[in-house]
């Protein structure tokens, strides 16, 4: 056997050069066989050695944030930024009194004056980093005077921006400091060091964290098990805003103090690891991952584990309707569970973003899922099409959108269903980062010096990969989540081997790779995970990922047993036909009221057995201004049958009544009725009754035109 086996070497050697030619012409590659495995998240031991990730003793980042500059978003993401920079939240320093330089406190070199809380900074986070995408230059200038003006008003002592808190900031006590509004003005200062590297931000930052040791120390409260922590009082409830923004400048300077001033921290935050700490839906949605956050220097198993133990409660209970999202508007409130219930832009943003940190923190792809439900679902329905306009509340069955207050139904009165440019005091200036925090997410990292693409988008992205950190392109082309197929084309600076990671959704089943129009079988697991693909790669190299998107019912017991329709990341609405009627506002920056012109009290007509069998999907051509999120352009629409319950209605106030048990009897006849994706319905009805004639369907109850509930609940 030994003599057999170097006489092969010895043949293989001889006619080598005459395969390796035989492979080029066929197309194939001399090298070894693509290594291609199904894995839960990318390495979570490993530390990526091209690019700033987590030092020791956090631990390992399994999904590494690329510089700013290392992706270009293309197609309907980068529609979504355009509008936006075109928009009202473009223009917001034409609009909001928040934003007006004059005596303005975040400008001051004392930090006195006036509008000195969180919207400055809440509107400088989405707007500077949009601006540093689209590579705005006069956007961009706009945000260089706002940071500008922090940097010359930091004190002596470290302290930064506003000296007075907000007056009804009811816990913050005289000689209190209200560090919320700061916590968010450093992710702006992180944008901003992304993009330019000026050194001034990590020295601002660096007196700050030693301004803020010397200030928790000193508290009353220090010591205590959990200091009082009242819902409003959000630098407690949001204090994990404050741990990212400590260990994002430790990642960067090794300062081991910064450590022990996260500890102290945390210690003084709201206890989001015993459970929730919190009703109001916006610190629910931004701070519940605040133990997990933590984890990283902890390494607590508890710690880990209660941002899905908290996501998921949160769910159980408040959040059995589509759109990724919970109802409370703005708190929960028992009793008050249902597809009418509504939930701040705000809360939709900031839901977003604890997702993709938490993605970042864990590597686990059931996060990225959760944020495109909602990103997709509900956040584009939360502003006009045009970017013109945002409501403060959004909620799955949203018929009406008028300004009348809607309280008691819903918690908070006032004209919270407005589509305006100016009403809203944090929603305007707060949602800006939704889009332009996705799009710096379309691609990681990863420890293994590899690349993870991870929310798929028309995109380009260069980065630093393999063992050498070979600068290599990769251009994606793909009208995801409306179509199946990502086509991805690299371009190395020269032959590497590194690792290609390919997020798979846990809703799909089977999906198909080819890597230059060869198949790649895939031993697909359960749940949700990713595509690792290593080999050596080439300028030239094609992979086309199909994700195959099914139709898919989910039944929410809890709310009727209504129905939610789904096909892949989508979940789809009844077409309404829409009537706008302007409402105030400005000649230039007008505010809408969004009225049916057409019945939307429809239950659907489900086929027995396969369900799914009850629609017909349609494929329409993709729109020419990359503008899906509209009934104009959507791309795929479902057609169905629907019979009218006109018992359903609206109440004295104009809210929707809540949805009843299924079958819903209703003796009206079958009809032809659209559904188009949630995402693109500012009305909407998306938990369906399923409606009924026979005698097991349960009558449909009108209420009473008085609300039964108390507008004090």
């Not at 839906?281 to 908290?310: C, G, K, M, Y």
């Not at 590899?450 to 380009?460: D, I, K, L, R």
């Amino acid at each position: 056997m030994p003599h057999l086996s170097s006489s092969f070497r010895r043949a293989r050697r001889a006619v080598g050069p005459w395969l390796l030619l035989l492979g080029a012409a066929a197309g194939l590659r001399a090298e070894p066989d693509n290594a291609v495995e199904f894995v839960a998240t990318p390495p979570v031991d490993r530390r990526n050695t091209h690019y700033i990730s987590n030092r020791a003793p956090l631990a390992p980042t399994p999904l590494v944030p690329l510089p700013l500059r290392a992706i270009r978003p293309g197609g309907w993401l980068r529609q979504q930024l355009e509008l936006q920079a075109d928009g009202f939240h473009g223009h917001f320093a034409e609009i909001s009194k928040f934003l007006k330089k004059e005596k303005n406190a975040w400008l001051d070199l004392r930090g006195e004056g006036d509008h000195g809380w969180e919207e400055v900074p809440y509107w400088l986070k989405g707007f500077a980093h949009n601006a540093y995408l689209l590579g705005r230059q006069d956007q961009i200038a706009e945000a260089q005077a706002w940071f500008e003006g922090v940097f010359a008003g930091q004190q002596p002592d470290g302290w930064f921006g506003p000296r007075k808190a907000k007056p009804s900031v009811r816990s913050v006590r005289e000689g209190e400091r209200d560090l919320w509004p700061n916590m968010i003005m450093l992710f702006a200062l992180q944008s901003y060091y992304d993009y330019s590297d000026d050194v001034r931000v990590l020295e601002l930052m660096r007196r700050y964290a030693r301004w803020q040791m010397d200030y928790l120390r000193s508290r009353p409260e220090r010591g205590a098990t959990r200091p009082e922590t009242p819902y409003w009082n959000w630098q407690q409830q949001r204090a994990g805003d404050a741990l990212w923004n400590v260990y994002w400048l430790y990642n960067r300077t090794g300062d081991e103090s910064l450590l022990a001033l996260a500890r102290e921290i945390f210690a003084w935050s709201a206890d989001w690891t015993s459970g929730l700490a919190s009703a109001h839906n916006v610190n629910v949605a931004q701070s519940f991952d605040t133990a997990a956050i933590f984890w990283q220097q902890s390494h607590d198993p508890r710690h880990l584990a209660s941002a899905e133990r908290n996501w998921t409660s949160v769910r159980a209970e408040y959040g059995q309707v589509p759109g990724g999202m919970f109802g409370a508007d703005e708190q929960f409130r028992p009793g008050f569970t249902g597809p009418r219930q509504a939930v701040e832009t705000c809360g939709i943003v900031e839901e977003m973003l604890s997702d993709e940190q938490l993605l970042q923190v864990t590597g686990d792809p059931r996060w990225a899922d959760r944020a495109e439900n909602v990103a997709f679902n509900s956040f584009p329905a939360s502003m006009t099409a045009d970017l013109r306009g945002v409501r403060y509340l959004t909620a799955p069955n949203q018929p009406l959108s008028d300004g009348a207050s809607k309280a008691p139904g819903i918690r908070n009165a006032g004209a919270m269903f407005l589509m305006s440019p100016s009403r809203y005091r944090c929603c305007q200036h707060n949602f800006g980062h939704g889009w332009p925090y996705l799009a710096s997410s379309l691609w990681f990292a990863t420890g293994d010096d590899g690349v993870a693409a991870v929310f798929y988008g028309e995109s380009e992205v260069t980065a630093r990969v393999g063992a050498r950190g070979t600068e290599t392109r990769i251009t994606a082309q793909t009208h995801y989540p409306f179509d199946e197929t990502v086509r991805l084309k690299l371009s190395p600076a020269e032959a590497t081997r590194f690792p290609l990671y390919l997020r798979v959704p846990e809703w799909c089943r089977d999906p198909q790779l080819t890597v230059n129009g060869r198949t790649i079988g895939i031993r697909r697991t359960p749940g949700p995970g990713f595509v690792r693909l290593e080999r050596t790669w080439r300028a030239g190299d094609a992979v086309e990922l199909t994700l195959p998107m099914r139709l898919q019912l989910r039944r929410w017991e809890k709310n009727g047993g209504s129905v939610s329709v789904d096909r892949g990341p989508l979940t789809f609405s009844l077409q309404i036909k829409e009537d706008y009627r302007r409402a105030g506002g400005s000649e230039a920056w007008p505010s809408w009221e969004i009225w049916p012109a057409s019945p939307w009290n429809f239950g659907l007509v489900l086929a027995p057995g396969d369900e799914t069998r009850s629609f017909a999907v349609e494929t329409r051509p993709w729109p020419a201004d990359d503008r899906p999120f509209t009934q104009a352009g959507a791309p795929i629409v479902l057609h169905a049958r629907g019979r009218r319950i006109r018992e359903w209605g609206l109440d004295s106030r104009g809210l929707i009544d809540e949805v009843q048990r299924s079958p819903a009897f209703t003796p009206e006849p079958a009809v032809p009725i659209t559904l188009i994706p949630m995402g693109a319905a500012r009305l909407r009805i998306s938990a369906f009754p399923v409606a009924g004639d026979k005698p097991e369907a349960h009558a449909w109850i009108k209420p009473s035109a008085a609300p039964a509930a108390s507008a004090k609940n």
